[in-house]
Every structure is written in C-alpha cells, then in structure tokens.
C-alpha cells in the first residue's frame, strides 16, 4: 500500500504546486481581499474534488470487476493523456499571468460555493482524475472504491494544506514570482518532468 501511497502524494503535491488556474485564482483572490478569502475559496475547489472521485470510483471499480484487459487499456491512455499535458505544458508560454479581472469581493459562501462549482464543472479535472487515479490502486482485486476514496481524500488534504499557505503567504509568493523571471521556467518544466514521470509510473 505504502508503495503506492508515497509515490501517489509526491505526485499530488508536486501537480498542486504547478501554476494552474486553481492556485492562481486562490492566490490572486488572497492578494486582492485578503487569505481569509483565498482559504475559503479553496475549501470550495477542494470540495469539488470528492464529486470527480466519486464518478472515478464507482465507474472505474465495475470496468475493474469486468475485465483486467479493459482496466490495463484505461491505464495506458491514462498515461497517454499525461504525456499528451506534458507536450501541452512543454508548448506553453512559461509566463505567470495575474489577472483579477473577474475577481469580485463577495460572501464567504459565496466563496465557497463559486469554488465548488469552478471546480465541479471542470470537465479537465475528471479526465485528469481517471487518467491519475487508476494507476496508483495498490490492490485490484480488492475494494476498489474504498482505494479510490482514500487516494482521493489524500489529494483533498494536500491541495487544501498548499492552497491555505499559498493564501496565507499571497503577497509573498506573489512578489518573488514577480521579481524571478526563471520562476516560470522551473515551474513550467516541474510540470513537464511529473506529468512524464506520472505516466511512466502508471505504465510500470
């Protein structure tokens, strides 16, 4: 179990960590109003995650039971998918954009509740998560969705931990990015190197 678990978290904090839409939302929300602000909104984003593991799990965990040749085949393209992101990030401008455009002050739940359903209806992240999750159960002959729930529950914890401190220490993380002009470099070619190493990962 541990086998799987340890390589699975690294992977996730890594990914969490990268310049996505979601950590550049908390951390611009928290540098305009504050990280009480940015830590509510990423409760929000975090919830959300439990709905794309719940449709994984279940829809997985019967394509599992029916066929081990069908469960290697979604690993194979869910490895696929992430070397397909890998040249995608590759092609990509490297630079940190802060845009506060459509970023208002509002309630703490509205907060909350725009969060959850940014990240509900996201389509990208329940692709992401059938093509992440399924490689790291420890046990396919077991209960599956019980793998799924804990991998998932794992993932919820460490986002919420990186996305509170990155909305406690916004101004921070925010004028150092600003500053580095490598910043968004490393971070781009982070990106590159876990999604590759993520898909081989899965494969072996």
């Known amino acids: ?14 990914l969490t960590l990268s310049p996505g839409p979601d950590i550049i939302y908390v951390l611009v929300r928290s540098i305009a109003y504050g990280s009480k602000q ?9 919830s959300g995650i439990l709905i ?6 279940f829809g ?5 039971q029916q066929s081990g040749s069908i469960f290697l085949i979604i690993k194979i393209l869910g490895a696929s998918y992430l070397l397909y992101l890998a040249y995608q990030v590759y092609k990509s401008n490297p630079k940190i954009v802060f845009s506060s455009e459509k970023v208002g002050d509002r309630s703490l739940v509205q907060l909350y509740k725009q969060g959850f359903i940014m990240n509900v209806l996201n389509p990208k992240v329940g692709i992401f998560f059938l093509a992440f999750f399924p490689g790291f159960l420890w046990d396919p002959e077991a209960n599956t969705i019980l793998q799924f729930y804990i ?3 794992l993932f919820m914890f460490q986002a919420l931990i990186i996305f509170s401190l990155v909305a406690i220490l916004a101004h921070k993380i925010s004028a150092y990015i600003k500053s580095n002009q490598n910043a968004g470099i490393w971070l781009k070619w ?10 081989i990962l899965i494969l072996l």
């Open 1 to 14: 179990m541990l086998d799987q678990i340890i390589p699975f978290l690294t992977a996730s904090i890594v």
């Open 60 to 64: 997985v965990s019967v394509i599992i």
């Open 38 to 46: 940015g830590i509510i909104t990423a409760l929000g984003l975090v």
């Open 190 to 199: 982070m990106q590159v190197c876990v999604f590759v190493l993520i898909a």
């Open 52 to 57: 794309h593991t719940s449709l994984v799990a």
């Open 151 to 153: 991998l998932g529950f």
